[in-house]
């Protein structure tokens, strides 16, 4: 789950397919965008299960890039905290997550515990139960991942042409081993931002699908503002929507240490945009 930078005020719909040298260069251009400063976002997550009731998550998501690549902290509670007597434990979750070419995790659910790294099978689950998302959907290592198969141009929505490319994960990686061969991602055919991912199982059917579903422009830059992710045999889907964002900022670099002992409530910036 990343940020992205200046644009869309002009989709493309065009349908042109590019050449293998082109692909390449657009993946690039992707892996490469970032916003101007650090960032951070208030956000909700809503998950709608096919078959039972609507839950609400709130947290709070702060960016930077370090020389490896993108680097996230999550804090996530049930939005129902917020009413809970000083007495009750209520369940939630710190992450910090590193992507790029040597992608990596953290996870604790108490303030006062220490991270510990998240690997192997332990990447693919929900982040706090009752929420699709996990480790591995907030890291997003196929992004980075050298094999692809460049598949052509298709629509993303009613009016966005994606250039899509199926990632190859590498032999013997943790999404190898989980039976996943591939993971489809559609570019926007102008600005070359994130609009769409499939993980695609070892019988090619399509285990999950990410879409955005909008952006937002803060301070002269683009955001993502909604996203949702649904599990393909359940139905069942969980929407991440920013409510509030503030960009330009300067982060202490303690923030994204898991070995540093920072309250990340610390790092909240003083004016907010409200989305």
Do not use: C
Request: net charge negative; no cysteine; proline share 5%.
């Amino acid at each position: 789950m990343s940020a992205q930078r200046a644009g869309f005020d002009r989709p493309s719909n065009r349908m042109v397919r590019i050449d293998a040298e082109e692909g390449a260069a657009r993946l690039a251009a992707f892996r490469n965008q970032r916003l101007v400063g650090d960032f951070y976002f208030e956000f909700q997550l809503e998950h709608k299960p096919r078959r039972a009731r609507t839950t609400r998550y709130e947290g709070q998501m702060w960016g930077t890039w370090n020389a490896e690549g993108p680097v996230t902290r999550f804090l996530i509670q049930p939005e129902s905290s917020r009413q809970s007597g000083p007495q009750k434990q209520v369940e939630h979750v710190e992450l910090i997550v590193q992507n790029g070419e040597r992608p990596l995790a953290w996870i604790r659910r108490s303030a006062d515990g220490a991270f510990q790294q998240i690997t192997g099978e332990a990447l693919f689950e929900p982040i706090l139960p009752g929420l699709l998302y996990s480790p591995f959907d907030l890291q997003m290592p196929f992004v980075y991942w050298d094999e692809f198969i460049y598949e052509g141009p298709a629509l993303a929505g009613i009016s966005r042409v994606a250039q899509q490319f199926l990632m190859l994960p590498p032999e013997g990686s943790a999404s190898a081993q989980r039976g996943i061969s591939g993971v489809r991602i559609g570019l926007d055919d102008t600005y070359d931002a994130l609009l769409r991912i499939e993980v695609v199982d070892s019988e090619d059917s399509v285990m999950s699908r990410f879409a955005v579903e909008s952006f937002q422009k803060v301070d002269e830059q683009y955001i993502v503002k909604r996203i949702t992710l649904t599990d393909q045999s359940s139905r069942d889907r969980t929407t991440f929507r920013v409510e509030a964002a503030s960009v330009g900022l300067s982060l202490g670099r303690d923030l994204f240490d898991p070995v540093a002992s920072v309250a990340a409530q610390d790092y909240k910036p003083e004016t907010l945009e409200k989305l």
